[in-house]
Nanobody, 126 residues
Framework: QLQLVEAGGGLVQPGGSLNLSCVGY????????IGWFRQAPGKGREGVLC????????DYADSVKGRFTISRDNAKNTVYLQMNSLKPEDTAVYYC???????????????????WGQGTQVTVSS
């Protein structure tokens, strides 16, 4: 059964860091475009950053540039979201998403993605 499973969320103080992971089951993530999205209470799901199939192309939302990075470990079939200098406005449920795609580009539009994880809660608060 195909699954994306996120982990690593939690409560962190402003200025702190978290490293989220997304493990693929029944899907080989290196052959997919990967996106990280978030949804805060009462708001829509927004794209945070994404990585193309080869890892050579990434895109970031302006709100996280310079603070968040995405990476892959193909041997572990895992994608990571490293979040630094966290702010209260980063509080949300974070989701990873995947779409099989042969090119290197990626998108921050949630409608482009086919497979989704269940999400992990990130709360930034003192």
């Amino acid at each position: 059964q195909l699954q994306l499973v996120e982990a690593g969320g939690g409560l962190v103080q402003p200025g702190g860091s978290l490293n989220l992971s997304c493990v693929g089951y029944g899907i080989t993530l290196e052959y997919n475009v990967i996106g990280w999205f978030r949804q805060a209470p009462g708001k829509g799901r927004e794209g945070v950053l994404c990585m193309g199939k080869t890892g050579s192309f990434t895109d970031y939302a302006d709100s996280v540039k310079g603070r968040f990075t995405i990476s892959r470990d193909n041997a572990k079939n895992t994608v990571y979201l490293q979040m630094n200098s966290l702010k209260p406005e980063d509080t949300a449920v974070y989701y990873c998403a995947a779409r099989p795609y042969l090119e290197s580009s990626c998108w921050l539009n949630k409608n482009e993605y086919v497979y989704w994880g269940q999400g992990t809660q990130v709360t930034v608060s003192s």
